[in-house]
């Protein structure tokens, strides 16, 4: 997952965080070479409730002392479920396993404030942070975050890079994925020269309207070959064989899982 960081000549704000200490503490040391001098991390700021893009937050808060963490109170909502012993101790705690090598999660846990209900975080000389909470992406209680002066979108995990496949586990159903949709055309919309996507190993943080733009197309049409081949296919096994010959992605893992969903598995 990617993580974004904004600041002025005074204040800063850390957008998602990886879930694993030893990602985390990497994390903080890229920020302290990264702010200037006189900068100091106030806030980070989750983009939607799902664990791998918040769980490391208190590692930051050990390297940054006074920091918050903050969400849309529609985002925040979503948080608890993410400790639910079923999903923590039985998905999280699995996936990122406890080591001396900080491979596994902090052991506290991360309380949210939420922002108020303008949505928008000032970090001086005029730069706003604007965040848009959206009906469906790759689960409930999702936002991205709309920086205007920036041309900037940090699309959490509304939009992927076409490099990974998509998480539709949870967008098991035609109106959820349509409303994923919808999503993705609303920040095509605010007409962004720079978006962020939740995972992938290649993107650009400089200025490219056409690369945005090409990006957010991609989602829209890897959902709607997702319907298309759910069409074709009888079962989970023909649906995931179908996506591989359409899509030569990586994640295999999130792929298997929405096929599994899409028929009906838990």
Sequence with gaps: MRCTLIYTPSSAVIIDCPPSIAG?????????????????LKLFLATHAHGDHFFGFPVLEDYFPGMQAVASRYVAQGVEAQYAPELYE????????SSPSGTGLPERRV????????????????????????????????????????????????VYNGDCYQYLVEANSAERRAKWVKAVSEIAALDPKIVIPGHSFHGRSEPDAQYARAMLESNIAYIRGFEEELE????????????RKRFNRWNLWFLQKSCEAAFGAD
Excluded at 90 to 97: D, I, M, Q, R, S
Excluded at 232 to 243: C, E, I, N, P
């Design 24 to 40: 985390t503490r990497d994390l903080a040391a890229w920020i302290k070479g990264t702010l200037p001098a006189g900068c100091t």
């Design 90 to 97: 039985g998905l999280w705690k699995v996936a990122f396993p």
């Design 111 to 158: 309380g949210f404030e939420s922002l108020p209900d303008s949505n928008e975080i000032h970090l001086g000389v005029g730069k706003v942070i604007k965040v848009h909470d959206i009906q469906y992406a790759d689960t409930h209680f999702s936002s991205f975050v709309h920086v205007p002066d920036l041309d900037l979108v940090v699309a959490g995990d509304i």
């Design 232 to 243: 074709r296919a009888s079962d989970a096994r023909k649906l995931f064989l179908l996506m």
